[in-house]
């Protein structure tokens, strides 16, 4: 039986995904901060703890004895408020940090051949002109601690938007990063930053005024018909659970994927995206500010 280790498998399309893997008869762990509603193992894990992190990877490692890890799923993520218990900025933290260091944790343990799958956002690509105002830069100091950069944003508004779309700009340059590395080619591990596409009807807006939560939560089904590049829930949460399967591989040379309308595209990276030196500087600036050395 195949051994997926997932979060953000509680809610909207990553319950989904949940249900699927656990109907193709995968052993599904989930690091969650409450039960799915189907049957699937869980820990407790709060990603906004960098410690929570560090305890859940242990006891993964415990659990898992010889056994290896088939996929690892990061789903979790979405709007964060204020600071974390670590001193960093709690949406940096949930969308990137944490995923990173569970990364960074259980990498010895992903099986040769065996999958990562991160959810991003298309808010990280200027190109695709959304609401949410783009990245302006992926310094890992400045994202973890935004008092200390030069250029923040005033308002609040655009400051959570910055904060979500740069953590997401942050998650394909780390899965870029994973797929630069030389063991990942040798053990044949496939890498995706996988973007939903915008999916009305989920928990993402949970923290938004009444009204938009009602539109979003509400009347998805109307709010697709007018959103060019929305996707269904199940479509959403169908293709992360066919990344994670292996179902869908990407193409050679492909790390990030995107579903537009129910079709899985594999778009060309924003410029700081594609940006080595920006994508080496993420890696270190993250190894440190969780307590690793590289
Ligand atoms: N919906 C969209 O339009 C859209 C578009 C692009 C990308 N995305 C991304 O897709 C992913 C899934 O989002 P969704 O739209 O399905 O939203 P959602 O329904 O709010 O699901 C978010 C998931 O992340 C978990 N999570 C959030 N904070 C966490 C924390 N501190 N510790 C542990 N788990 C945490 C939630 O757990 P709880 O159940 O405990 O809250 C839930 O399972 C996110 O990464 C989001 O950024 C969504």
Redesign the pocket.
Known sequence: MSVVIM?????????VAARRLVAAQVDLLL????EGAYRARSLP????RLDDVRVFATTVERMLGSETIDALVL????Y?HGGTVDGYDATFV??HLAHYLLIRSLWTRISDGGTVVL?????HDPAEHTVVPPPRHANAQWLAKPELDPNRDRSPRAAAGRAYSSS?LCVVLTARALRARTDTKARRIHIIAY??????G???V?DEGALVRFVWERLATPLRLVMRKANTIED?GGTLAALALGTIRPPDGRVYAALRRGLLTWPTLSELARCDDVMNALWHDSARLVGLSD
């Open positions: 979060t953000g498998g509680t809610s909207g399309l990553g319950a690091g969650a901060r409450r894990l709060d990603l906004t789903n979790a993520g979405g964060a949930v969308n959810t991003t956002s298309g808010t997401k973007d939903p596409g915008p999916t009305p989920t928990g993402l949970r959403a």
